[in-house]
């Protein structure tokens, strides 16, 4: 049986001593985030994941949910109790605005939060991620009676939400939406049409589901400028807010996937369900792309969950397993062989996993907390360098992690040899859960055009002239400091080899868009390294500083990870370079054939 | 509803144009494999394949195997037929001894012959696959009496084989091996124990199944110095050949797998089986490791035969889903959207897969074609340097084919977005039934490590410098044709990449094996990927040969594969140098923690 524990102790770290988090007390929010109230957020947070999420994650993948002859959809056993416990927790509460129930707290903490109960059980998480997702976007564009008849119920939990976008034949181009909405004399409009691949689209979980939906108003313009964003519950609501009776919605099937198992992906037909819109007609893309980031970071954080979550496994395997002797003699000369740990392709591969989540960890927070300061600082310009930011590191932080996350899953699942292969040991469920980030709220090939396609050259590249700005800087204040340079070396290495991709692009994409199409995921890839880079030398930075004062039995703890960065340094930095050579190659190769020749 | 067409068309340029399949035909077996003859079993396996296996894989992987309570194992619908077709159409017997009936015919057609079953539906050829993996062992090392007992039926294949070897405790070291055999008076054994993971290790569709088994004779020495192999047949054979009463052999168990839900994978308990030594007394491990090069080789094989499946299915989606609109303005201005395949990072992707899989053919077939040389050749010295050759390239080909072909179903499945991750459209499938290839038959840093530890300095490096003799030799050959450089420069700098880190090895690994282990799965790829380069190089040779002479209808065709190598050379050779990088970063890093560090 697979297990899990918080990494508790790395993410109070990275909160406080990496990223500073008391320095943004001004912000709201943030001053009632004191320390101890944060770490007892996290702590208990972590007991949450471990102790009610984690044990119904294999059973829940083996069961299934279940669809009656009736449409009522049943999610795995024990998925009902542990989420009355999340709602009783109060954890949907954590950052919601405290006009309708939240607590307000940093979006950033929410995160952390976020990390620990998808390491747990990814397949209950999306239920309430998928609600969170729905309460941001009524929250941005619900008219005040919309966020009062919905927003408490959907933040305390009792009600939960999705998100409708897919249908059978379109997914990346939501201009091809053929849903239709029809406007009622009462100001409603009746909404028709078949949606797919709906997560926790329908269940016995919460008194009702409010679902979010896109479709086209009859007589809209033709495209992505005729679609329009509606609310449609589950259950009517009354004057009163009672739940009344069923709106023309329903589960017509569940998807047979390949995991995520314990999440009731469904196809859901709507059949003049009554439904309402939410912000401006025809504008209903803008309003589910404004909302985009944040979800986006959510699934960034389940490629890091499912890695961090298979490592802890794979570590206490290799180090329990016992096969064969150390290459320079027997480790362990009392049993008759030795843990496998000792090998240095079993470490090689935990130290990949491990560098990398760490970093990953950093960097997902160290954006959370741009995303913090875009929406709650009092200074524009604060705010607008941080949305500059938050949206550059966005579609990086999807690919990327999700990408990693999921070959991390792969490298420790090969830790267990023919074990990792068998369900019980809950290892292949890991790599068959995180396969799913790579794909949905954007696959990763679309994350790469927004990288290269639109978050580039948005505002003549300020963005990430900001970014090549903060990391260049750091570079050179730390380029004298001996003890910081086996860090900051490989890093201006790759930022260089950035920043020659970048001009590449400069002088390439303008004539022909298919060169930066066709570097896209290489870019992708070769940004998110040099953050993740970025992240280890300011982590190495503030662990020297610590060391230098006396780090008492923390030391150890420390020490560790200037190898984890050494790691990184030496065997992941190195691809910068094949991403260079990759990208600037172009796109003449690519396009040389006609398709019947593939 | 996935499809797949078998490569004849690819595999017959290889074998006939590449590799001059005809230039062998001195060896025994080779004159009867005529064009015409190679021609006609590759079209009639190719539709074997299609018609006869593929139709069933999609259905067998959601059926699976069952076992019903008195030990009987059924495989999924469908099997048992489609297994009586290909006994009928004497696909076991193409390479086999015609001394026992076998054809006789080269290893490397049947290779082509399983890569196309293999892919079509990899559950079901592996059925067939473990009988071969047997019939090769009691080839070599059953007397003659347990050959004219078993080989005649096995080959016909009215009766399968599998290997036991894994137990729950001990899968890489088979010195832990606890299974045991009691001699009896009648020169026969009792063999007792629990063996897992047994592929094909019990089903209703042979009349018999021919077990071999490793197990300890009692008294015999510790480790593997006491491990021997037996042929535990399922039921008993009598003195006039007939199958008798049942075996104290029984399925006490199916494993819960990832993928390959069509393979009966079993929990076998030997309980006072009745067996006969095959080989020598304690000599068990060195008769299982004679065959190992063929079933490694055949592993490779699989890899390959689902990133060739996912390929197809990903080209055709991509030509016929459309969405969006090409970046260069829209390409099917009658559509309401492009089909994908105009992408760049389509493209791109499909190339990936593309360039490789036609390059891991080559190389395939290139590597069972000196093993034919070794096992057939009347020249000692041939003999000699394939059986290098052969033992070099094994390793390599299981850790990259496997690594690679698992990364490429998983890319593969990318391009069908959400529709993906559906069981339905059967990519799923691909990714998790190409997932055990990198674990079994030794986990792919098992070989990695008998590439570095093994194969390297066997015979003071006489392979790896013949190796590179040839390489080096074919690249300066060509050094000055123009229209070779675009693929000899590139394949120049890996193979010194190669060399530099093989030298790196000679000055470090001596002192300290752990630089050795440290850098091995690196040194494999980096390996595999120059010997895919090389294989580039000589098809290029061949194709720039075959336009100058005029290539008529097939001109388009052959200057696809200058697109493809280009391709490979751009975008596949750069990561060399990463592999390099990490090699020479040595074991410095990865040891200095201690376990419970990570």
Redesign the interface.
């Known amino acids: 049986m697979p297990s899990y524990s918080a990494p508790v102790e790395d993410t109070l770290f990275l909160l406080n001593d990496v990223l500073g988090y008391q320095d943004h007390s001004e912000l709201p929010g943030f001053a009632d985030a004191t320390p101890d109230l944060v770490e007892a957020i996290l702590r208990e947070g972590g007991k949450f994941a471990e102790e009610v999420a984690q044990p119904i994650n294999l059973s829940g993948d083996q069961e299934g949910c279940t669809r009656s002859d009736d449409g009522t959809v049943t999610p795995p056993k024990g998925f009902k109790e542990a989420y009355e416990a999340f709602c009783e927790g109060g954890w949907g509460t954590l950052s919601a605005d405290p006009d309708f129930g939240g607590q307000g707290l940093p979006h950033s903490l929410a995160v952390s939060f976020n990390e620990f109960i998808s390491s747990a059980n990814m397949a209950f998480a999306m239920y309430p991620g998928l609600t969170a997702g729905a309460v941001a976007a009524l929250t941005l564009h619900g008219t005040d009676e919309q966020k009062q008849t919905y927003l408490p119920n959907m933040i305390a939990g009792t009600w939960t939400g999705t998100m409708n976008l897919?249908e059978p034949h379109?997914?990346?181009?939501l201009g091809?939406i053929r849903s239709k909405a029809v406007p009622q004399a009462d100001g409603s409009y009746k909404i028709s049409g078949t949606k797919?691949?709906i997560s926790a689209g329908d269940h016995e979980m919460s008194e009702n589901i409010i679902h979010l939906v896109l479709a086209r108003i009859e007589g809209a313009p033709e495209g992505t400028k005729g679609i329009s964003l509606f609310v449609v519950p589950k259950k009517l609501i009354g004057e009163d807010g009672s739940v009344g009776e069923r709106n023309g919605v329903s589960c017509g099937s569940l998807?047979?996937?390949?995991?995520i198992h314990g999440n009731a992906t469904c196809v859901m037909n709507y059949d003049n369900a009554t439904g309402w819109l939410v912000g401006e007609e025809n504008k209903g893309l803008r309003a589910m792309f404004t909302m985009m980031n944040e979800a986006r970071l959510g699934v960034a954080v389940q490629g890091l969950s499912q890695s961090e979550v298979a490592y802890q496994n794979a570590?206490a395997y290799?180090?329990d397993r016992i096969?064969?002797r150390a290459?320079?003699g027997p480790k362990a000369a009392d049993k008759?062989?030795d843990?496998i740990?000792v090998?240095?392709?079993?470490?090689?591969?935990?130290?990949q996993i491990?560098s990398f989540n760490e970093a990953a960890r950093a960097l997902v927070l160290w954006t959370a907390l741009h995303g913090d300061v875009s929406h709650r600082s009092p200074d524009e310009k604060a705010r607008t360098a941080s949305d500059d930011m938050m949206g550059l590191m966005t579609p990086v932080l999807k690919g990327v992690l999700t990408d990693t996350g999921?070959a991390n899953a792969?490298n420790a699942?090969?830790m267990f040899?023919?074990h990792?292969?068998?369900?019980?040991w809950g290892m292949?469920q890991f790599?068959?859960d995180a396969?799913?980030a790579?794909?949905?709220e954007g696959?990763?090939?679309i994350q790469?055009?927004d990288l290269v396609?639109r978050k580039l050259p948005a505002n003549g590249g300020r963005a990430v002239m900001s970014f090549f700005n903060e990391v260049g800087t750091f570079v050179k204040e730390n380029a004298e400091d001996e003890a910081m340079q086996p860090y900051v070396e490989p890093l201006k290495a790759s930022l260089d080899h950035l920043q020659q991709a970048t001009m590449w692009f400069m002088n390439n994409a303008m004539k022909?868009?298919?060169h930066?199409?066709?570097g896209?995921?290489d870019y992708m890839h070769l940004f998110g390294l040099v953050g993740l880079g970025y992240m280890w030398a300011k982590i190495v930075k503030v662990v020297n500083a610590k060391l230098a004062d006396g780090a008492g039995d923390k030391e150890?703890?420390l020490k560790?990870k200037l190898?984890f960065a050494?790691?990184f340094m030496?065997?992941t930095m190195?691809?910068t370079?094949?991403h260079l050579?990759?990208i600037t190659?172009g796109?003449d190769?690519?396009?040389?054939?006609d398709?019947e020749?593939?």
């Open positions: 897919t379109c997914g990346t181009d091809l797919i691949f998807e047979h996937k390949m995991g570590v290799t180090k096969q064969g290459l320079t008759a062989a843990p740990i090998h240095p392709d079993v470490r090689r591969t935990l130290l491990r999921f792969v699942q090969q040899g023919g990792g292969y068998i369900a019980e292949e790599v068959r396969r799913i790579m794909i949905y696959a990763n090939g790469a055009l396609g022909n868009p298919d930066a199409g066709a896209s995921v150890e703890w560790a190898t050494t790691f030496e065997r190195p691809e370079a094949a050579a990759r190659s796109a190769t690519i396009m040389a054939l398709a020749a593939f």
